[in-house]
């Protein structure tokens, strides 16, 4: 599957963002989806996922309450709806796809496929 991830941008702090990731290639709705995010000098970490199947969704600590992740089948794309943005949300967001029979999602490992990352800025 390809991703194709768009919706960066500059915000200011308290704003909002949302993010698009668009699929094409196999069967989108035979995936989770899930977001990364990736600060300079830092490793990849989890942001939040969507799972095949019952549509439960999962967050980072760090995110829960403030962003929100979704998905339309209909058309291969996944969201992830960002507000009351903070500095250090400041990031290259990455979205991603783990065939359904995976269970691990917050390692970046676990999942297969990537796209090529949008970059999200907020300013103090």
């Known amino acids: 599957v390809q991703l194709q991830a768009s919706g960066g941008g500059l915000v200011q702090a308290g704003g909002s963002l949302r993010l698009s990731c668009a699929a094409s290639?196999?069967?989108?709705?035979?995936?989770?989806m899930g977001w990364f995010r990736q600060a300079p000098g830092k490793e990849r970490q989890f942001v939040a996922t969507?799972?095949?199947?019952?549509?439960?969704?999962y967050y980072a600590d760090s995110v829960k309450g403030r962003f929100a992740i979704s998905r339309d089948n209909a058309k291969n794309t996944v969201y992830l709806q960002m507000s009351s943005l903070k500095p250090e949300d400041t990031a290259v967001y990455y979205c991603?796809?783990?065939?359904?029979?995976?269970?691990?999602?917050?390692?970046?490992?676990?999942?297969?496929?990537w796209g090529q990352g949008t970059l999200v800025t907020v300013s103090s």
């Open positions: 991603a796809a783990q065939h359904y029979s995976g269970s691990a999602y917050s390692a970046p490992s676990a999942y297969g496929y």
């Open positions: 290639g196999r069967t989108f709705s035979s995936y989770h």
């Open positions: 969507i799972r095949w199947g019952n549509g439960n969704t």
